[in-house]
């Protein structure tokens, strides 16, 4: 049974760098040096069949079974013996770290015995040989616990399903808490959640030399961390039972217990299992801890990140829209563009069409309305210029009874066209903007723009007939003055 918290599409503005940097290292390492640990281990284990110590060492391994009265276990040794499953034998005995002890301090096979420099020989080129191996470096074991097993392990994986497996969660999940964590914080949580599963892996099976690998345990972590950040907060998850699967909604917080009771379950009664339940069980309760101990001590109250990115209305409003034009019901949809458009005036995709469909009925209020929308767009993307010059050289064809431009657009559209290369039109309104309103203050900046606009494209004629209106018709402004000084100064 799986259940999992499903979380929105990452934001690539802001990419998830520790989480992508960890899976990175974990593929690396995986395809890296591990690649070469099963010839290595072959080779070992080949070694140790051809060599004294199977001869040697299983049998004393056997008969210190029945010595400490481990009868279960002598008798199935001694099966595994007599069946040539040598291999069982020397795991159990690799995994016995009191015996594994005595052995290699040679109170097991001693000194005086005839074979003892033969087998002591076999012996340490087999634990060099082991030692060659990735797994064995930074393997995590219990018996034995070194710096380089309690961060390496994180970084070990028994197979590629096994690595595919667990990078798929940290992704899933590990996005979403970084986002809330922050990168650094992110990093050294997800590593104390790993050291995390191994104390309480160790505080279970304190003398085991099972080696221990995989971001399992982090990663158990990192679902806690997930789901004690929302809390109380309904989130969506994904199960998967046997063959059937669903999603469900639930308060977040309430799968952390599931979680650790399922672990405890699985670890009872899932004998002999290669799954480390307790590394799971000791990731969860460290990631809780983590951010419960952020929470308590923090200034900045931790804020989890939005699980699913809103539905833009827009969608199903333009749906609708769609909708009503197949039925052919063009004035509905006309009336719909129309409030749309004055819900978000900057949206070329709604604006646009509107004017498209208003341009069949040119002497409607809502073909002029359409018309007005287009040019109010911003002057901030090509595109979206040139859609006000088409349109505005079609509205000038289209509209009825006649075009319908007030002092604001004239002023805009002037600006807009002087600046985008239109400057015979930019000119053309300047008249129609004097006509209307001779005064407007704004006017003499307006001539010495499209002025300016002119002589950038290589006609000094107009240039210097828009300057000498300008002298004319204002002749008390700063503008004319200015052109005034400079043309008596060349």
């Not at 929105?8 to 802001?14: E, L």
């Not at 940097?21 to 974990?26: A, R």
């Not at 199903?316 to 409030?339: C, G, I, P, T, W």
């Not at 400057?423 to 010495?448: F, H």
């Amino acid at each position: 049974m799986i259940i999992i918290p499903v979380s929105r599409r990452p934001d690539w503005r802001n990419p998830p760098v520790i989480t992508l940097l960890l899976i990175l290292i974990n593929v690396l390492i995986f395809f890296g040096p591990q690649s070469s640990d099963d010839k290595r281990f072959r080779e070992a284990y080949e070694y140790y069949s051809e060599s004294i110590l199977i001869k040697t060492e299983l049998p004393r391994y056997v008969k210190h079974l029945e010595e400490i009265r481990e009868t279960g276990k002598a008798e199935q040794a001694t099966r595994a013996l007599s069946d040539k499953r040598w291999f069982l034998v020397l795991r159990m005995m690799e995994d016995d770290a009191a015996f594994m002890k005595q052995l290699r301090d040679g109170k097991v096979i001693q000194e005086n015995e005839t074979d003892y420099s033969e087998w002591r020989r076999g012996r340490d080129r087999f634990d060099r040989l082991l030692q060659n191996t990735t797994m064995a470096r930074f393997a995590f074991k219990s018996a034995q616990p070194t710096f380089a097993g309690v961060i390496g392990h994180m970084f070990l994986h028994g197979s590629f399903d096994h690595l595919l497996g667990n990078m798929a969660f940290l992704f899933i999940v590990g996005y979403m808490v970084e986002e809330a964590l922050g990168k650094w914080r992110y990093l050294l949580f997800y590593l104390l959640s790993g050291i995390g599963s191994c104390a309480c892996y160790a505080l279970i099976n304190p003398p085991s030399m099972i080696p221990s690998i995989g971001a399992s345990g982090a990663i158990s972590g990192v679902m806690a961390m997930y789901v004690t950040l929302y809390g109380m907060r309904k989130i969506r998850f994904f199960y998967w039972i046997l063959i059937y699967f669903d999603f469900f909604r639930a308060p977040a917080i309430i799968m952390l217990p599931f979680w650790i009771a399922k672990e405890l379950f699985q670890y009872l009664t899932d004998h002999g299992g290669m799954v480390n339940y307790m590394a799971h069980f000791g990731g969860f309760i460290t990631g809780a801890a983590l951010i419960g101990m952020v929470r308590l001590t923090g200034k900045k109250q931790l804020a989890a990140p939005e699980q699913e990115i809103p539905v833009d209305p827009r969608t199903a409003q333009l749906a609708r829209v769609d909708k009503l034009l197949n039925a052919l019901r063009l004035d509905e949809a006309r009336h719909e563009l129309h409030r749309l458009a004055d819900l978000y005036p900057r949206d070329l995709a709604i604006v646009n069409r509107y004017y498209r469909i208003a341009r069949h009925v040119p002497a409607s209020d809502d073909y002029h309305h359409a018309a007005a929308f287009i040019f109010a767009l911003p002057n901030d993307h090509p595109a979206n210029n040139d859609l006000v010059y088409e349109t505005f050289t079609e509205y000038l064809k289209l509209a009825k009874p006649a075009v319908r431009f007030n002092t604001r657009q004239l002023i805009a559209l002037i600006r807009r066209f002087a600046r985008t290369g239109h400057a015979t039109d930019a000119e053309r309104l300047t008249r129609v903007l004097a006509r209307r309103s001779p005064q407007q203050k704004e006017l003499p900046g307006l001539l010495l723009f499209v002025a300016e606009a002119f002589r950038h494209s290589g006609d000094s004629s107009m240039h210097d007939t828009i300057l000498a209106r300008l002298r004319q018709d204002y002749p008390d402004s700063e503008e004319a003055r200015a052109t005034s000084f400079a043309k008596g100064k060349a």
